[in-house]
């Protein structure tokens, strides 16, 4: 699948394809809930809990300790594919479960500013005059 091929029905797998090393922290955090063993999409979390309880989270977590940033430039470019998705849901869910939380937070996202793409950075610009936290952005 391209980059610009990303859909809402696909975003699962494809996070779980660019990031085996979240499989994990989804098994820890949902093991509970599903039988993450049978692999159906009824027993696999959705895509907004994948996103806002387990991306986000080491996405916060990286860039609050300055740890992996293989991993960091890894999130940031399909954060990226995300933002140039043609699929306006793929588009929502990087809004709804990254971007307004990143925004909220002044130093999390000017941390987070150089690793955006053009298209992300233009995202939250449009977040940051939403939620009219425009002083969140950096300077320039």
Do not use: C
Not at 79 to 98: C, H, Q, T, Y
């Amino acid at each position: 699948m391209t980059k610009n091929e990303l859909t809402f029905e696909h975003i699962r797998g494809a996070v779980f394809s660019a990031f085996p090393e979240l499989l994990e922290r989804v098994w820890s955090t949902f093991g509970s809930y599903y039988d993450l063993e049978k692999g159906t999409a009824e027993e696999t979390p959705d895509a907004y809990p994948i996103f806002e309880d387990v991306v986000q989270k080491v996405l916060f977590d990286l860039l609050e300790s300055d740890k992996d940033e293989e991993l960091l430039a890894r999130l940031f470019l399909f954060f990226e594919d995300m933002a140039n998705s043609p699929d306006r849901n793929v588009r929502d869910l990087l809004g709804i479960a990254i971007l307004e939380s990143l925004v909220y937070r002044r130093e999390r996202l000017r941390r987070a500013w150089k690793h955006m793409g053009i298209r992300m950075k233009e995202l939250a610009v449009l977040e940051a005059d939403r939620q009219a936290r425009r002083e969140n952005l950096p300077p320039g």
